[in-house]
């Protein structure tokens, strides 16, 4: 039986995307810290700039990408392997809210499209581009954060929460297809985390979404980061296709 010592990724090369701000920030300054050769990833370049001055460490490399293109997805894979090794998990942390507060019948939808193609279409080029390599070595870690509005619909909300319950159908598929290479493919549906996305709500949109978690707070981006750096390490073994919750007890499924 293999050491179960086996929640140590230092050494381990994991790329965070949407790492300029909120929870992919923290997340690839907490990876750094514990010795993983982290591959921050964004397409906000000066965000990234101040974060490596921040953390101050070798191991946290920086990397342009942008989710609109599938080339920019492709080939900033390419640059994180040809520089740094290959990949041993990837953890995405790209997401937006797109224009909200309205209703479907008053939705633009380009406003849709934009948020399928980054929160959604985004993420299934991620996982192409990474997968395959993982699968051929036998060992990978792929982490997409979905969201609660996924799981229940938040209104107001229709495009976020349709995407979201498209990543986390998405990893129930790509979780079993991949089943016995090594690679595992999960997602995180967290509910209301303190980030800049959640400084963007209204005080009656965050209000309300508050009122719906039982612990009555916000998350914290270390929550996550706690919680993913288990499913990112070879620990995390016999679970793929599942979306983890982290919803202050919010979920009930
Ligand atoms: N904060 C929450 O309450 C919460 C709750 C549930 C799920 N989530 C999800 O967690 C993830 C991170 O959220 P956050 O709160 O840290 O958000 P955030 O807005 O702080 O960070 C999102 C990051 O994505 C990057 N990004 C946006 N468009 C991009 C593109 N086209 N290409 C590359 N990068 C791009 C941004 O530059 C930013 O750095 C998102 O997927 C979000 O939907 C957040």
Redesign the pocket.
């Known amino acids: 039986m293999k050491s179960r010592e086996t929640t140590d990724i230092s050494g381990h090369i994991i790329m965070v995307?949407?790492?300029?701000?909120?929870?992919?920030?923290r997340m690839a300054a907490r990876l750094a810290e514990k010795g993983v050769i982290v591959a921050a990833?964004?397409?906000?370049l000066a965000?990234l700039d101040a974060l490596k001055l921040e953390v101050g460490l070798a191991n946290l490399h920086t990397f342009e990408?942008?989710?609109?293109s599938d080339d920019s997805i492709y080939s900033c894979v390419n640059s994180i392997e040809s520089s740094l090794g290959d990949l041993q998990a990837v953890m995405?942390?790209?997401?937006?809210?797109g224009k909200n507060g309205m209703k479907v019948e008053e939705i633009e939808l380009d406003d849709f499209d934009l948020v399928y193609r980054?929160?959604l279409r985004?993420a299934l080029v991620l996982t192409k581009a990474t997968i395959k390599g993982m699968a051929d070595r036998g060992y990978g870690r792929i982490l997409h954060?979905?969201?609660?509005?996924g799981k229940e619909g938040n209104p107001l909300l229709v495009a976020?929460s349709a995407t979201?319950a498209g990543l986390i159908g998405m990893v129930k598929s790509i979780g079993k297809e991949y089943a016995t290479s090594g690679v595992t493919v999960n997602a995180?549906?967290?509910?209301?985390?303190?980030?800049?996305?959640?400084d963007?709500f209204s005080e009656a949109q965050l209000t309300s979404l508050k009122s719906k978690i039982p612990m009555d707070r916000?998350?914290n981006?270390d929550e996550v980061v706690d919680l993913a750096a288990w499913i990112l390490s070879p620990a995390c073994s016999f679970t793929t296709g599942f979306a983890f919750d982290l919803s202050g007890g919010r979920a009930t499924y």
């Open positions: 995307t949407g790492a300029a701000s909120g929870i992919g920030r990833c964004d397409k906000n965000a990408i942008d989710f609109l995405n942390c790209v997401g937006i809210l980054i929160n985004g954060i979905a969201s609660i509005s976020y979201k995180m549906a967290p509910a209301l985390i303190q980030s800049p996305m959640t963007s916000l998350g981006t």
